[in-house]
């Protein structure tokens, strides 16, 4: 992935989707859990996390792609610090 990182963000009615746009691959990567949270209108950044980490869990054991194709990348959060992050494209997020 390209080294120059874009920590700007998108905003889904009150909530903030964090993005990074791979440059080389000319691809937009949003963080997963910022879009369950506004999906389920869940303010609460732990249990928007919860709730990834529980379906992500369910769609494995499924044999999903769609956590396949998830990557990690760090991220900054609402205390200030950098954190590995799933993140997916457009295409997979719409699947």
């Known amino acids: 992935m ?16 964090r993005r990074h746009y791979d440059e080389e691959k000319e691809i937009w990567y949003f963080s997963v859990i910022d879009i369950v949270a506004a999906l389920t209108d869940q303010k609460n950044f ?26 990690k990348l760090k991220m900054l959060s609402g205390d200030g610090k950098s954190y590995l992050t799933d993140v997916a494209d457009v295409e997979t997020i719409l699947r």
């Open 2 to 17: 390209s080294e120059k990182k874009d920590e700007s963000l998108a905003v889904f009615d009150t909530f903030r989707i």
């Open 46 to 71: 732990k249990r928007a996390q919860s709730y990834w980490t529980t379906l992500k869990n369910r769609l494995k054991k499924e044999g999903s792609e769609i956590v396949t194709n998830c990557d």
